[in-house]
């Protein structure tokens, strides 16, 4: 069974660093991997999605890496800002199914 | 256009009562999910709909039925609703699984139950 581990639960870094979250799977037999967005009371915005034959995607300010053999991917952020402050949510597809599995996310609070 | 909506976007009842909550894509999409947030925040799929057929049924209780009348639509019905119950609804929608090759998925606003 598909386990996603986010880490760290919670960030704080002031305005302009930039930062890293990081996720990890179990099972590296996946079709994808997508980060997410989640504001508070909202829905879930789709940031960058990770095909298992890459090996990164990149969206402005945002970076996503993929290393599937050890399980794990990163989502790079540059040069913070207040309105980055959300939940980020990590996902993988699984191989043979078609639903996502969730890490818990990562609660980032960017400090102006 | 909003891609994915859901109506109600809050649902206040009482232990005991059915409800159901509404889903459209009108991003031409195949397959449609339901996913649930409960109160940590974490989520977990429930249902899957490709082409209008279950292709997915989480150990969820056989009190919640989804139901797609259509493509673009997967509505979501509970019976006998429990305080458990109460959580954030998720619908979300991608491009059919063909080939091994699987698309983004778009998700809903939410449906924040809440069950008395």
């Known amino acids: 069974k598909q386990e996603v581990t986010q880490i760290p639960a919670a960030l704080s870094v002031p305005e302009g660093e930039n930062l890293v979250l990081n996720c990890s799977f179990t099972d590296s037999a996946i079709y994808n991997l997508q980060w997410f967005r989640q504001d508070p009371g909202k829905g879930l915005t789709s940031l960058l999605l990770?095909?298992?034959?890459?090996r990164e995607q990149t969206s402005g300010r945002l970076n996503a890496s993929l290393d599937k053999s050890s399980g794990r991917s990163t989502l790079y952020i540059a040069a913070s800002q207040p309105g980055d402050s959300a939940t980020y949510l990590c996902a993988v597809s699984g191989a043979g199914s078609y639903q996502l599995t969730f890490g818990k996310g990562t609660k980032l609070s960017v400090i102006p | 256009d909003t891609a994915v909506s859901q109506t109600p976007k809050y649902l206040v009842t009482q232990m005991g009562n059915d409800k159901s909550i509404k889903c459209e894509q009108n991003l031409g999409h195949d397959t449609m999910y339901w996913y649930k947030q409960d109160s940590k925040k974490f989520l977990k799929i429930m249902f899957s709909y490709n082409n209008k057929e279950l292709i997915i049924n989480e150990t969820v209780p056989n009190r919640f039925s989804p139901k797609s009348p259509d493509k673009a639509h997967l509505n979501l019905h509970i019976n006998s609703l429990e305080l458990g119950d109460s959580a954030v609804y998720f619908c979300a929608s991608t491009r059919a699984v063909t080939g091994g090759s699987y698309n983004e998925q778009f998700f809903g606003p939410g449906t924040r139950l809440t069950v008395l």
């Open positions: 990770i095909q298992s034959s890459q």
